[in-house]
């Protein structure tokens, strides 16, 4: 056991509990690289990143935390965009996450974050918060849309930005190709037709008066 | 060890074989029920279906080869329309898709199955060979519609059913919400024009002649 100088879960900026966590999640990202979610262990992440097993035990407890807190820190990445139109927000931010995702590592870590939401109601739990909290954000662009009158005004943001990612995921965890430039253009075609189409209406036909209520 | 009367693989119907298979993949089926993915174990479906652990071990190898083999094996039962309109096939399939997955088994069956993936390569060629055939499959109702002139000849079938399919993964897997008659209406409405405005066209252009070259 090593002694914990510093209470668990604080976040001194630059202190040593941010620079335990950077290391941690830096070498979970290697090992994804190297080995996949399959060869991911609590010991080849503490003997990568130089820190403690214990350490590592107390502060996540076991792999699924990790993966998440890592899944949530790479994403605040991928900015969103503010182009002026829908299409134009659309395609941007649907590039991005292409080019997030045209990394292996990325991939290998939606994979293990799915994996462990499959087995940890806890992971489940932050997993499902995580995307709701992206969607709603993101989702401010179709709020924008809206105000312009580039789409109905029942269209639920947060459906069309699930609608946005859908494709993504489905590629690499159901039909298991990589993620190219060709979907991230089809995704972004196949939204704005769709909402304009009315596909992410609201079922009781309220007004979208803001993203946070979808 | 038990003795096998009969080889590895044989699948007389009605014979022993096969009558092991079908209790092996039902208690799979109930197990998913009872304790989802997390509590999955050889040791439980050995109890629940009354055949030898080391049958299982001999005839699957591991947990990961037998969801494959239950998600292909219930997958049969979501039949394929032919309505005479690609909107009305779209539709009925996506109902029934929702229906599918109205289940809490099968949802914790697809989880099943894409964490299996995530850990063994034998198992990620199963899911994507098996999900390939179902495109190619669900994919005549693209190359029929096609040929009725609904949509462009440079259509790709498989990008079509590809669409179809993911907001419900997207949702089991990454939002983690339930499925239901709403998203299946959302998706129909959503792919038939997507397609009709050109998302899903071949990026070289070249006409559909039939849904198994995709």
Redesign the interface.
């Known amino acids: 056991m090593v002694t914990a100088h510093h209470a668990p879960g604080e976040t001194r900026p630059g202190g040593r509990t941010a620079r335990t966590r950077q290391a941690v999640l830096a070498a979970v990202f290697e090992e994804l690289g190297d080995g996949?979610?399959?060869a991911l262990s609590m010991e080849r992440i503490a003997q990568r990143s130089g820190i403690h097993l214990a350490t590592l035990y107390r502060r996540w407890r076991c792999i699924e935390g990790m993966v998440c807190e890592l899944l949530a820190d790479l994403s605040a990445d991928v900015l969103l965009p503010d182009t002026g139109s829908l299409p134009g927000d659309l395609r941007a931010l649907s590039h991005a996450i292409g080019a997030f995702y045209g990394d292996a590592r990325r991939r290998?870590l939606i994979?293990?974050v799915?994996?462990a939401?499959?087995?940890?109601p806890e992971a489940?739990a932050v997993?499902?918060e995580f995307?709701?909290a992206r969607?709603t954000l993101a989702g401010r662009m179709v709020v924008r849309a809206v105000e312009r009158g580039e789409l109905p005004a029942d269209t639920d943001p947060k459906?069309v930005m699930?609608?946005l990612?859908?494709?993504f995921?489905?590629?690499i965890?159901?039909?298991?190709?990589p993620v190219d430039a060709?979907l991230a253009e089809?995704?972004a075609?196949?939204?704005?037709?769709?909402a304009?189409?009315?596909?992410?209406a609201r079922?009781d036909g309220a007004p979208a008066k803001g993203a946070g209520e979808g």
Not at 173 to 177: M, P, Q, T, V
Not at 196 to 200: D, F, H, I, N
């Open positions: 996949g979610y399959a290998s994979e293990a799915v994996s939401a499959a087995r940890d489940e997993l499902r995307f709701d969607l459906e699930s609608a990612g859908a494709p995921y489905y590629r965890l159901i039909a298991r190709r060709a089809s995704a075609t196949a939204v704005w037709a769709a304009r189409a009315g596909a992410y079922p």
